[in-house]
């Protein structure tokens, strides 16, 4: 078999590929930040809509979304400050897995609870999912609130 030697061509190809992916790597903070940002102002924009004409907001919850278990008016004002402080911690970066998750599954029951969405805001929802599910399992990226306190705060390893 013949050996790879630094000039041949796998070699050579390999090293594009590896200079590539610590440029694409480069991004990934910003595309983390953006996910953050792209969806905490989807979620918080709702929230201010919601406080915005408190009485429409709780016939909504009465008439047309159905969250389980809940009477509307506790469903009202739990949806309303999740939407309001959630995307808030997201953006800051602060808390921003735990938040990510309960958006995440706040999402679930959004589409849950509100059968006659049209398939354009279920696509909507599936995007928004998909960010914060990926910002749960990733975190928030370098730049966050909670990079910084991870650097400051936590034990180093030796």
Request: charged content about 15%; some cysteine.
């Amino acid at each position: 078999m013949k050996a790879v030697t630094p000039t041949s061509p796998i070699a050579r190809l390999a090293g594009l590929y590896c200079a590539v992916a610590r440029v694409v790597d480069k991004l990934q903070p910003l595309l983390l930040l953006g996910f953050r940002l792209y969806v905490a102002r989807v979620f918080f924009l709702s929230g201010l809509t919601k406080i915005h004409d408190w009485s429409i907001t709780v016939a909504l919850f009465t008439d047309e979304y159905h969250v389980p278990v809940l009477s509307p008016a506790v469903a009202a004002a739990l949806g309303t400050a999740t939407e309001l402080s959630m995307p808030v911690l997201l953006a800051l970066g602060v808390g921003s897995r735990f938040a990510a998750g309960v958006l995440f599954i706040f999402n679930i029951v959004a589409v849950v609870s509100y059968q006659a969405l049209p398939d354009t805001a279920v696509k909507d929802h599936i995007l928004w999912g998909t960010m914060l599910l990926v910002l749960t399992i990733c975190g928030p990226g370098k730049i966050a609130v909670d990079t910084w306190l991870e650097r400051r705060f936590a034990p180093r390893e030796n």
